[in-house]
């Protein structure tokens, strides 16, 4: 630079930067505001210098608060999340965090830098976490709440905060004036249990002292081998965060990391779990009092952040919280001695699922008082949590299934062409070619059916109702999965007159091809992979059966529940896979009108697939082609009677006036066994 110019200011760099910056204070005020920031977020500097940041939308608020405390250690953060801007929209973001240090060396602030994200991946990538760590949130906080004893609830949230962050171990510490009390535990020495200090030389008392949320300390800024959790070889950091209940810090939760680290990730979920910790402790809390002293019930009941009802021997309303009025907009008079205004869980620890008349989506869990033959009706909004949930459920059964498999499918086959062309008749070349043609083809629709998200996120499965031929597609089938490998024989036995059925083609030949790819998968040794078709009771049935590793017992009907994997099945590093590929089938088959189902044979497993036969009251004439329209779904865990066809309006016991979740098409994975066969 040349001397006679004056260097650049502070001021200067920051108001040139096309970056938004911001600087928070130690009390979380903001302190600096520069034009880009302003630009970004429609607020000028005037509107927010002076106080807390306002673009931090509400849901994320623990995610903001887990990072700060993060980046009290000196090391910068960068990660993907959202912002709300003035005018009330949401932008994604690339927000880096860094921490300021006083004069004394000790922290003092912040600096965020923002940048628009315009990478779709990562944003995508960042909502997929955040809906899978909602949805795992959800399974604790419903595990916290199934008993409504206090002290199966703290034993609950003890156990919860070493499964959802990773910690080693954990506990949660009692606030008792000015002492605390560790009075649970996991994966700690029991003759702690009862240990209790003073809360001023304690963590708990620092983190109170601090105003803040959660604390986090480890080896690197202070001493921990003097402290009680030193109870853990090799402790060396120690995430804390307060429990409230009524609005007052009732409790901590302690998480302690011996053989990994936390990152913000971790503290942003114990920070949520604590929130719902305290709402758990006050049900607990109000369950006990209102057990007691019935006399101040409605006093307790109404502190709590759920909704809660007290029902009476035949089911109907005697008490309504406050909660509950703002929950279902229902007044305390207008339920009291009636029956509530949404369906009950049909036994004590179930929760169900249900969709109020506005769109919101209530978890509703039920106890009973053993003393007065009462029941306690707890419920909350999740609607949110149900949003992010049928999000990822599509993204992963479409992308992760329908895209992928169709792919592979034509991979496959073009690979064999290249590698055998010579060595393959010009018949068996034409039909290898037709093959691809009609596997693009398909991938055509499928690609076609996921731009229609807006159909596929509310469960509507457009299904065919048209007449085919059941034995021809079977032996396009058998064809197109002979030559992806050289271990296993596959045969087809098809009766000449078979019938034609009805039903939608490309869906029964999805299905087909999962089936196959299920026995090439699950047969690593090789083997015969016996396809059998007959007409039986006016339906069409397809017999698949390998020779393969087989089911556990009892596991016939689990294979067809979501995520769900049988025995060696199992296996991620053998099979791999996301145990979507059962319960999508058994979902297109019913809306078929057939149904799959799953029989363990001496050696291997059965898959037995039914469709309707053309002329059984279907409706459809031969050669009309038109579609019967848009089908709901079912949804749940692919429950019901091994090859028991499902009556009108049934439904699932865990949930109620659902909408379907069903994806379009089948998403098909080629086995790894094939995909090795080829490559010998």
């Given at each position: 630079m040349s001397s006679d110019h004056a260097p650049l200011s502070a001021e200067t760099v920051l108001t040139a930067s096309a970056d938004a910056v911001v600087g928070i204070d130690g009390a979380r005020r903001v302190t600096v505001w520069n034009p880009a920031a302003e630009r970004m977020f429609g607020w000028t500097a005037r509107e927010v210098v002076g106080r807390e940041a306002p673009f931090v939308p509400a849901e994320l608020s623990s995610e903001y608060g887990a990072v700060l405390e993060q980046v009290r250690s000196g090391t910068p953060l960068s990660i993907v999340t959202r912002r709300v801007r003035s005018d009330g929209t949401v932008i994604d973001v690339r927000a880096s965090t860094s921490c300021v240090l006083g004069s004394d060396g000790e922290p003092d602030?912040?600096?965020?830098?923002?940048?628009?994200?315009?990478?779709?991946?990562?944003?995508?990538?960042?909502?997929?976490?955040?809906?899978?760590?909602?949805?795992?949130?959800?399974?604790?906080?419903?595990?916290?709440?199934?008993?409504?004893?206090?002290?199966?609830?703290?034993?609950?949230?003890?156990?919860?905060i070493t499964e959802l962050t990773g910690a080693d171990a954990g506990g949660f510490v009692l606030l008792n004036e000015d002492r605390v009390e560790l009075v649970s535990l996991t994966d700690l020495s029991d003759r702690l249990q009862g240990f209790s200090a003073p809360l001023e030389t304690s963590l708990f008392g620092e983190l109170l002292r601090s105003g803040k949320s959660v604390l986090l300390a480890n080896e690197d800024t202070r001493g921990l081998q003097d402290l009680v959790w030193a109870d853990l070889p090799g402790l060396h950091t120690i995430a804390l965060c307060v429990s409230n209940v009524h609005g007052r810090p009732y409790g901590a939760l302690y998480a302690l990391y011996s053989q990994r680290k936390v990152g913000h990730v971790e503290l942003e979920l114990l920070e949520l779990l604590a929130a719902h910790a305290g709402v758990a402790i006050g049900n607990a809390m109000a369950y006990e009092e209102l057990n007691l002293q019935r006399v101040h019930e409605q006093v307790v009941a109404d502190s709590s952040a759920?909704?809660?009802?007290?029902?009476?021997?035949?089911?109907?309303?005697?008490?309504?919280?406050?909660?509950?009025?703002?929950?279902?907009?229902?007044?305390?008079?207008?339920?009291?001695?009636?029956?509530?205004?949404f369906p009950l869980p049909p036994a004590h620890g179930e929760p169900i699922k249900h969709q109020l008349k506005d769109g919101r989506w209530l978890e509703i869990l039920m106890a009973r008082i053993p003393r007065t033959h009462e029941w306690v009706v707890d419920f909350r909004d999740i609607t949110a949590q149900r949003a992010m949930e049928e999000e990822?459920?599509?993204?992963?059964?479409?992308?992760?299934?329908?895209?992928?498999?169709?792919?592979?499918?034509?991979?496959?086959?073009?690979?064999?062409?290249?590698?055998k062309w010579s060595r393959l008749s010009p018949r068996s070349q034409r039909e290898a070619v037709g093959t691809i043609a009609d596997r693009s083809a398909n991938l055509v629709t499928l690609v076609e059916r996921l731009r229609l998200g807006s159909?596929?996120?509310?469960?509507?499965?457009?299904?065919?109702?048209?007449?085919?031929?059941?034995?021809?597609?079977?032996?396009?089938?058998?064809?197109?999965?002979?030559?992806?490998?050289?271990?296993?024989?596959?045969?087809?036995?098809?009766?000449?007159?078979l019938p034609m059925t009805v039903g939608d083609?490309?869906?029964?030949?999805?299905?087909?091809?999962?089936?196959?790819?299920?026995?090439?998968?699950?047969?690593?040794?090789?083997?015969?992979?016996?396809?059998?078709?007959?007409?039986?009771?006016?339906?069409?049935?397809?017999?698949?059966?390998?020779?393969?590793?087989?089911?556990?017992?009892?596991?016939?009907?689990?294979?067809?529940?979501?995520?769900?994997?049988?025995?060696?099945?199992?296996?991620?590093?053998?099979?791999?896979?996301?145990?979507?590929?059962?319960?999508?089938?058994?979902?297109?088959?019913?809306?078929?009108?057939?149904?799959?189902?799953?029989?363990?044979?001496?050696?291997?497993?059965?898959?037995?697939?039914?469709?309707?036969?053309?002329?059984?009251?279907?409706?459809?004439?031969?050669?009309?082609?038109?579609?019967?329209?848009?089908?709901?779904?079912?949804?749940?865990?692919?429950?019901?009677?091994?090859?028991?066809?499902?009556?009108?309006?049934?439904?699932?016991a865990q949930e109620t006036t659902k909408t379907s979740k069903s994806p379009e098409a089948l998403p098909r994975q080629r086995s790894t066994s094939a995909d090795a066969s080829r490559r010998r």
């Open positions: 602030g912040w600096v965020l830098t923002f940048q628009p994200c315009e990478n779709e991946a990562q944003v995508q990538a960042a909502a997929m976490e955040r809906a899978r760590l909602v949805r795992r949130l959800t399974d604790v906080v419903v595990d916290i709440n199934a008993d409504l004893s206090l002290k199966s609830v703290l034993d609950r949230i003890s156990r919860s759920d909704g809660i009802a007290v029902l009476d021997f035949g089911g109907r309303v005697r008490k309504w919280n406050r909660s509950a009025v703002e929950l279902t907009g229902y007044p305390a008079e207008s339920v009291e001695g009636r029956h509530p205004p990822q459920e599509f993204f992963l059964a479409t992308s992760g299934h329908e895209l992928r498999t169709p792919i592979t499918v034509i991979h496959g086959l073009a690979t064999t062409l290249v590698r159909d596929a996120s509310r469960g509507e499965l457009d299904v065919d109702r048209v007449p085919f031929d059941l034995r021809e597609l079977l032996g396009r089938a058998v064809r197109a999965f002979r030559p992806l490998s050289d271990q296993h024989d596959v045969v087809l036995v098809a009766e000449e007159d083609p490309l869906a029964t030949g999805m299905i087909m091809d999962q089936l196959l790819d299920n026995a090439l998968k699950f047969s690593p040794e090789g083997g015969t992979i016996h396809v059998c078709a007959r007409a039986e009771d006016g339906k069409a049935v397809v017999v698949v059966d390998d020779e393969g590793l087989g089911l556990v017992p009892g596991d016939e009907e689990r294979v067809f529940g979501r995520f769900v994997r049988s025995g060696p099945r199992g296996d991620r590093s053998r099979f791999g896979g996301l145990g979507l590929g059962l319960y999508i089938v058994r979902q297109l088959a019913r809306e078929q009108g057939g149904d799959v189902t799953a029989h363990r044979r001496r050696q291997g497993t059965r898959m037995r697939f039914t469709v309707p036969v053309h002329g059984r009251g279907d409706g459809e004439t031969a050669g009309s082609g038109e579609r019967s329209g848009p089908v709901a779904a079912r949804t749940g865990a692919g429950g019901g009677a091994s090859g028991a066809d499902h009556p009108p309006g049934h439904r699932e």
